[in-house]
């Protein structure tokens, strides 16, 4: 893998973390956090997030 790759998945999951946090509330550092425990499964990080929302209006 060659640094060109490895930049864009660096920018690729920039980018998703900005725009989860953006769609479900949670900070940038808890969506890079999810990120790299989940992989980027959109579904599973949208169903996770939500669940860290709900439990910090609690």
């Known amino acids: 893998m060659g640094e060109d790759e490895d930049d864009a998945r660096r920018a690729e999951r920039d980018r998703l973390a900005i725009s989860l946090a953006k769609e479900t509330g949670i900070s940038e550092a808890q969506a890079r956090?999810?990120?790299?425990m989940l992989g980027t499964?959109?579904?599973?990080?949208?169903?996770?997030?939500?669940?860290?929302?709900?439990?910090?209006?609690?």
Do not use: H, V
């Not at 499964?41 to 609690?58: H, K, M, W």
């Open 33 to 36: 956090d999810l990120i790299n």
């Open 41 to 58: 499964d959109r579904n599973s990080l949208l169903r996770e997030a939500r669940l860290i929302y709900g439990q910090r209006l609690r």
